[in-house]
């Protein structure tokens, strides 16, 4: 378990880390940290928008608990539809997109990094118009 609104998230992740025999960082994390320890993972479950950027940036597979609209976005976005409501989780939907997941996980892999290469060219798009903008002075 990663916290990723400190302190606010701290004592839910231990309690679920606790709960289910697992270990919850306690320390804020930065953001190469946070992509590392995604890529070290077969996939992430985020209900924070940044932990699913950093999954999707280390191009690993997440599912996404949406209790805010800009998480369900971003799924969107990259493509993913392994996301679910808070009032739609349940143990079945779970498993059930975790092992969608899994056993389409090279395939999903792919996806993400062609959509990640068609984000970084838009975002080189946009830099170069920003900064010709910027020349223009």
Do not use: W
Request: net charge positive; aromatic share 8%; charged share 20%.
């Amino acid at each position: 378990f990663v916290p990723m609104q400190h302190p606010h998230d701290v004592a839910i992740n231990q309690k679920y880390a606790k709960l289910t025999n697992s270990v919850c960082v306690n320390k804020r994390l930065s953001a190469d940290t946070c992509i590392a320890l995604a890529q070290s993972s077969l996939m992430t479950v985020g209900m924070r928008l940044h932990l699913i950027i950093y999954a999707f940036a280390a191009n690993v597979p997440s599912i996404g608990l949406a209790y805010d609209p800009k998480v369900e976005s971003v799924m969107k976005y990259f493509g993913q539809d392994t996301y679910m409501g808070l009032l739609e989780f349940t143990k079945m939907s779970f498993t059930s997109k975790a092992d969608r997941i899994l056993n389409n996980r090279k395939n999903i892999c792919s996806d993400l990094s062609i959509r990640l290469n068609e984000i970084r060219e838009k975002n080189k798009i946009n830099t170069a118009f920003v900064k010709s903008l910027l020349d223009e002075k």
